[in-house]
């Protein structure tokens, strides 16, 4: 695997990449797998519990994008679960109820966050298509999930890079 810090004459990169071909391919049908689970024109109507991470369901839209799909872009750590998927179901550290949470961004109840998580999404989607980068800039969202969602579904147009530090590492 490659990290930031690691500099390979372009003969040793194109041996590893030719070497991780099928590895690649793996991880392209992976995206389309979930792609076919969860279409952009049916985000709208994705049930909560089909969405948030937090009650064991490994099945869920945010589940893929953070565990299953992890080789196509980490985003696992660096933040709390509302604050990157917008909604979760789980605890706090003062609080061991377990329950729907989320910043107040979003809303004051569980129906009107996730209302807000949905538009958010579906908004991000249709700019990502059209490469409205104000509009993607703007987006409710936390900047390391818009960034998964864009390179999930657009792969051929957006980076799965999504930290700062190694985006400008790489340019």
């Not at 969405?51 to 980490?74: H, M, P, S």
Request: a positive charge; aromatic letters at 16%.
């Amino acid at each position: 695997r490659w990290s930031p810090g690691c500099s390979w004459p372009h003969q040793d990169f194109e041996k590893w990449r030719n070497d991780n071909k099928s590895d690649f391919s793996k991880m392209d049908e992976l995206r389309k797998a979930f792609l076919r689970k969860f279409p952009p024109e049916s985000l709208q109507n994705l049930p909560i519990e089909r969405y948030v991470v937090g009650q064991g369901n490994k099945d869920t839209f945010c589940y893929w994008l953070e565990t299953r799909l992890k080789d196509l872009g980490n985003i696992k750590g660096g933040t709390t679960a509302g604050n990157k998927f917008g909604i979760y179901f789980g605890v706090t550290k003062n609080d061991k109820n377990k329950e729907y949470r989320f910043p107040s961004k979003y809303g004051s109840s569980k129906d009107e966050a996730y209302e807000q998580v949905k538009s958010a999404l579906t908004e991000l989607l249709a700019a990502g298509g059209n490469k409205n980068y104000a509009t993607i800039q703007e987006n409710l969202l936390s900047p390391m999930f818009k960034g998964k969602i864009l390179a999930t579904y657009f792969p051929n147009d957006y980076l799965n890079v999504f930290s700062r530090e190694h985006v400008k590492y790489f340019l």
